[in-house]
Structures are given as structure tokens and as C-alpha cells.
């Protein structure tokens, strides 16, 4: 499956932003999906991700309340809404699909980018204070 993400930009501090991922090559209801975003100079860090069927999500403790990951799997996207914006989510955000559901289920994985096998090509958000 190959992942597009898109929605990145420019935006004041308290604003809002929704990202994208559009899958294409695949059923996106195969796949659990998650958002990880990169800060330059910093690892890879995870965001929220989302089960199959959008019944159980997570979120990091650093955007708890303010992302919401969803997912429309008879359209193949996957969004994340990220609202009360700050600088320091200022970061690439990349998409990424597991087809190992149960990756998720441990805190471990599903927050470690090793266990997912297909990933977007990221989209900038940078948020100025």
C-alpha cells in the first residue's frame, strides 16, 4: 500500500490544522494506522494511532486533548486533527501503516516506527508562536 499524507503548513500558536493520509494499492481496512512526527535534530516520536475499524485510539501524553486521530476506510484515508496548536508540535508528520494489527496493542510497539511497514512521505506543520 503506498500512503500520501498531506494538510501541513503554516499556523499561529492556538490555531488548528487537519492532516491527510490517502492510501492507494491497498484496502486501508487491512491496515492499523498511526501518525508519527519528526522534529529536526529529533527521532522519530509517535503521535496517535488508530485500530482497523477506529474502535480504540491513542495518543501521546503530549497531545492528549488536543489531536484526534480517525479514519474512513471506505474512502482509504486516515486523518489527524490537531487542534490548540503549539511551537513545539512544529515537525514533519508522517502517516504509517502496520498489517500487524496486534502491534498496537502493546504500548511498546505500536509507538515504536520499527513495527510499521508502509509510511507517507511526511508533511510539514510548523506552528510560530
Known amino acids: 500500500v503506498q500512503l500520501q499524507a498531506s494538510g501541513g503548513g503554516l499556523v499561529q500558536a492556538g490555531g488548528s490544522l487537519r492532516l491527510s493520509c490517502a492510501a492507494s494499492g491497498g484496502a486501508l481496512s487491512n491496515y492499523a494506522m498511526a501518525w508519527f512526527r519528526q522534529a529536526p535534530g529529533k527521532e522519530r516520536d509517535f503521535v496517535a494511532a488508530i485500530t482497523l475499524r477506529g474502535g480504540t485510539t491513542w495518543q501521546a501524553d503530549s497531545v492528549k486533548g488536543r489531536f484526534t486521530i480517525s479514519r474512513d476506510n471506505a474512502n482509504n484515508m486516515v486523518y489527524l486533527q490537531m487542534n490548540m496548536l503549539r511551537p513545539e508540535d512544529t515537525a514533519v508528520y508522517y502517516c504509517?501503516?502496520?498489517?500487524?494489527?496486534?502491534?498496537?496493542?502493546?504500548?511498546?510497539?505500536?509507538?515504536?516506527?520499527?513495527?510499521?511497514?508502509?509510511w507517507g512521505q511526511g508533511t510539514l506543520v510548523t506552528v510560530s508562536s
Open positions: 504509517a501503516a502496520t498489517s500487524t494489527p496486534n502491534n498496537l496493542l502493546s504500548s511498546r510497539n505500536r509507538r515504536d516506527p520499527r513495527k510499521y511497514d508502509y
